[in-house]
């Protein structure tokens, strides 16, 4: 036989006018038998499709070649051609070959629909879908032609077009697996999840050990949140594929929904393995660490993250949110401000920036924060419980009001939103005792009745003189007023009558904390426990008596106590006022704060007075000495009020302006002037009452011992109203400056009461604003005596201090008194 041999820069004998090299390459170079014209061209197609479906294409191309010498336009050898050129890769002769083939032959339903399969892989998907309708009103029935158009329309986002061809493909093919996967994605993408769920399931029936349907399946069912099959069906994808990383990257996401997070940073950890530049991977372990509070690993996975890729914004969203939880606020504001470089869009970024501006103390950057985040997501309830926490301390209350009632109307559950509301109210000169109480009953009928059904006996040992388990719960066991009074009677307890547990509900960690630790029983960081989870403890550690250190201020567990989980429940020290709570049996307080017959009827608690003031004041270490008054040595006579901003309120400006225009040579000091808007609001508004700019000391906030220090060019402070101060008062005696107040009816104006009475001041408790007025102008006359009162303050702190072992001796014989009323009960 003789052979005839083709070489590379031949004419293609298939007829496309191409150069061989550029077409048939699979036999270029190889001998080719010459044609016969006897030959038997059906026999011939029937040899090369056998070839071809046993995958032999040099073989198959040979055929074709022989074919094509005798019929240069045979369009079954073409298109046999054709198909080889695709699944070698060589998708532009593909095109000619089959482009030839539909105008040889343009009723060749294969032809169409094949020339639609490259189209679409070099990208062309609007002429492939040409193609493959053309296919389809060739022959309807054409099985293939519907799924790949289904497949072409999916890919250009036409979905609801995809679904309805996948649908007339299945109802030709209903075996075809990977047809019911597709068919599933598309119905997941439009968030048809139960339909999706089915196609992946029937693609499974017909072929177990698809390793991606098992995938795409667990994805479906992860957002439906049916988490255990999900999770069951991410472990069968790696079970078939045991390097899937990503399938390792989405167990780990459900895990961490199902809040095993051990389990899922395994799987992270994990997927990190398998693909070391997995930037997601990192980020989703980042997120684990710190809802385990290590926030150090946290900030180690997102900047690894963030090497990774550059543009990773939720990475840098998570750094910013680590950044904040360990107080390094400029590296927070940094990482989020670099988040919203990359995703401007972002709401929720917008809120954790507004979030550590505030803490930051530059109010109006994080109120512009806080309004940029509702306007991307009006709905963001949230960035409505932000804006209003910076709002108050702007002391724009009414506005804060506004935005945790809007909070409210957008999630009637929040009960952070409510306390904060209640909070709020609490310093607004224009509501009443009754209405500020009746709120705190609102906040009991919301969130507490509908837990009393679930209330349970408590098996406590009756015996009313055994030894106690005292269970204090709080957020500020660390640097805060809360902690300087707690403290020394932690440390003072009689451990053979009182068990003490501490259940400690934040994240701040610094050497308060551990001294609080030291001093407890027991400790248990309870931050990440949910409310339900948290009263299951309690009631398991049997604990007698569980205290409340928060009220409603910030990561209060009232929601606890609103589940009863100890026999008896009382409140002190964080809140003045009532929680409203009627699971809260008791609330600790003295005489002075609440007189009898005057504040009961402000409370769902019982009060418990003690013989004290309740707390011991114990100045730190080094305070420095009290000096001459100043005004003795000076033209200006200083008054100042170093109290938080948010209880300087309109009434407080009037009265104080007052006493400034009735003294000319008088200033007024005030603290907490964190930012250039805070400064301009209080100039604006003492301007608004008469007083000029220049009469006015604004001091930036300040290390502790920098504000003691302070009070050296202080002459006498002024107690805002209706909320005074507390521990700014304390240290204003301990310094030697007498504190003018006026005291109320409700607890929060007679926080000074009991302090300035007990250290010989009640002539400084005024009760109408001219008895204010009065007083503050015959002191500031009066300098000699002024200062024979400051030079004996210490002193008389010092006598009349109930020391810390006394106040914890009253405080545990009110415990036992609980304990045997419920006792007898």
Known sequence: MTTQKIARNDPCPCGSGKKYKQCCLLTAGQPVPPASAAMDLANALQRASAHYQAGQLRETDAVCQQILQLSPNHPDALHMQGMIAYQIGMLDVAAVLLGSVTKIAPNFADGHNNLGVVLMAQGALDEAIAHYRKAIALQPNHA?????????????????????????????????????????????????????????????????????????????????????????????????????????????????????????????????????????AYNNLGVIYQKQDRLNETIACCRQAVSIKPDFSEAYSNLGEAFYALGRLDEAIASNKRALEIRPDSAETYNSLGTALREHGRLDEAATCGRQALLLKPDFAEAYNGLGNTLQAQGRLDEAITCYRQVLSLKPDSTIAYSNLLYTMQYMDTVTPAEVFSEHQRYAERFETPLKAHWRPHANSRDPERRLRIGYVSADFYNHAVAFFIEPILAGHDKSQMEIHCYYNHIKRDAHTEQIAAHADHWLACSKMSDAQLAERIRADGIDILIDLSGHTGYNRLPVFARKPAPVQATWIGYAGSTGLTAMDYRITNAEMDPPGLTERYHSESLVRMPDSGVAYRPEPGCPPVNPLPALSADTFVFASLNNLIKINPSVVNLWARILKALPHARLMLGNITDDGVRQRVIERFGQAGVEADRLILQPRMSFSEYLALHHTIDLALDPFPYNGGTTTMHSLWMGVPVITLAGEHMVSRCAVPLLSRVGLSEFITHSEEDYFQLAIRMAQDLPGLDRIRQSLRARMTASNYGPETVTRHLEAAYREMWRTWCSS
């Open 144 to 280: 293939n032609a519907h799924y790949n158009l289904g497949n072409a329309l999916k890919e250009q986002g036409r979905l609801d077009e995809a679904i309805a061809s996948y649908r007339k493909a299945v109802a030709f093919t209903p075996n075809y697996a990977q047809l019911h996967s597709n068919l599933g994605d598309a119905l997941q993408t439009q968030g048809r999840l139960d339909e999706a769920i089915a196609s992946y399931r029937k693609a499974l029936r017909l072929d177990p050990d698809l390793v991606e349907v098992h995938y795409n399946l667990g994805d479906a069912l992860r957002e439906r949140e049916d988490l255990d099959e999900a999770a069951a069906s991410y472990r069968r994808a790696i079970e078939l594929k045991p390097d899937y990383a990503d399938a390792y990257n989405n167990l780990g996401n459900v895990l961490k929904n199902q809040d095993k997070l051990d389990e899922a940073a395994e799987a992270y950890e994990q997927a990190i393995r398998l693909k070391p530049d997995f930037a997601e």
